[in-house]
């Protein structure tokens, strides 16, 4: 299996700075591309950002320009700097990692996600 745990969420003022973290462990040779989503209260979970294998990134344009995802491979951490935060960034972050297509990993669904971290930005 593969685990995924966030860290680095908090309580932080209007264009303040967060770094999340997401460790991952288990059978990591199983994941290929991650990304972050949130989901804020009321609403439907969103992409917020992704990068693949070989580091391409991907944002949401809601963030482009103030957040920033990272990974390290030998590490098997996902990393997202947030910046210049916005009340409306209030959520509870997941990290998700998507399965490689590899026979070894034909067990597992196709994606993994952590139990997230809640952000909170006040105005």
């Known amino acids: 299996q593969v685990q995924l745990v966030e860290s680095g969420g908090g309580l932080v003022q209007a264009g303040g700075s967060l770094r999340l973290s997401c460790a991952a462990s288990g059978d990591t040779f199983c994941i290929s591309a991650m990304g972050w989503y949130r989901q804020a209260p009321g609403k439907e979970r969103e992409l917020v950002a992704s990068i693949t294998s070989g580091g391409n990134t991907n944002y949401a344009d809601s963030v482009k320009g103030r957040f920033t995802i990272s990974r390290d491979n030998a590490k098997n951490t996902l990393y997202l700097q947030m910046n210049n935060l916005k009340p409306e960034d209030t959520a509870v972050y997941y990290c998700?990692?998507?399965?490689?297509?590899?026979?070894?990993?034909?067990?597992?669904?196709?994606?993994?996600w952590g139990q997230g971290t809640q952000v909170t930005v006040s105005s």
């Open positions: 998700k990692a998507d399965r490689q297509l590899h026979y070894l990993c034909s067990a597992y669904g196709p994606y993994f």
